[in-house]
């Protein structure tokens, strides 16, 4: 099956800093999503992203599909912004549509 | 964006027991439903993909019998884990999507925490 990984696995930040999260996926995918899980465990949708590059707010995500690859960039982070971050790509088989989860980013944002 | 909720939060049942877990697409009809499961500190893992008025697909290694998911209708999915055991305690996510293959995007709702004891 297809794989997934993200990096780093971990991460630590002081409020304000900002980072970038990676993606890679090991096969060609429909469509890729980008999400926050808090620590309540709550996935929230980030972004929607196939390709291209999309900016909400502080965050922006691009896709480059054909290096089966995808940044998330979180900028002036803050505590709020801790939690795990998951990338995840949806690949149609002919028969069904299945989302696929990275390894996730563990994000630490501190005072 | 679409509202996915997800029943109960949290359950502590014995051993033995069945505990049934419900997901409903508040704002829209879901074609498809996803159920997964997350151990700690881990990613989620696809268990079975459900669409309505059909039997649900199991992703290879999750016992059919233990957990049951049925589709009833466009806007309710749901999960029994049949004769619970300690091991079956984890925290279950399910998502709900539209639209045709290749171009939808999931909505999960708020996971349940299952402790079996």
């Known amino acids: 099956g297809i794989q997934v990984e993200q990096s780093p696995p971990d991460l630590i930040l002081q409020e304000g800093a900002n980072s970038t999260l990676r993606c890679n996926f090991s096969d060609s995918v429909n469509n890729l999503q980008w999400f926050h899980q808090n620590p309540w465990g709550q996935l929230i949708n980030l972004f929607y992203i196939p390709s291209g590059t999309k900016q909400n707010g502080r965050l922006s995500a691009t896709t480059v599909a054909t290096e089966r690859y995808s940044l998330l960039y979180i900028s002036s982070s803050q505590t709020t912004d801790s939690g795990v971050y998951f990338c995840a790509v949806e690949l149609y088989t002919g028969t069904a549509s299945k989302l696929t989860f990275g390894t996730g980013t563990r994000l630490q944002v501190t005072l | 964006g679409a509202v996915v909720s997800q029943h109960p939060s949290r359950v502590i049942c014995k051993s033995g027991t069945s505990v049934k877990i419900e997901c409903r697409s508040l704002?829209?009809?879901?074609?498809?439903m996803f159920w997964y499961r997350q151990f700690p500190k881990k990613s989620l893992m696809l268990m079975a993909t459900?669409?309505?008025?059909?039997?649900?697909?199991?992703e290879q290694g999750v016992e059919k019998d233990k957990f049951l998911i049925n589709h009833a209708s466009l806007t309710l999915s749901t999960l029994t884990v049949t004769s619970a055991h300690p091991e079956d305690s984890s925290f279950y996510i399910c998502?709900?999507?539209?639209?045709?293959?290749?171009?939808?995007?999931?909505?999960f709702g708020q996971g349940t925490r299952l402790t079996v004891v």
């Open positions: 998502s709900a999507s539209w639209g045709g293959w290749g171009n939808t995007e999931a909505f």
């Open positions: 704002d829209f009809q879901a074609t498809t």
């Open positions: 459900s669409n309505e008025g059909s039997k649900a697909t199991y």
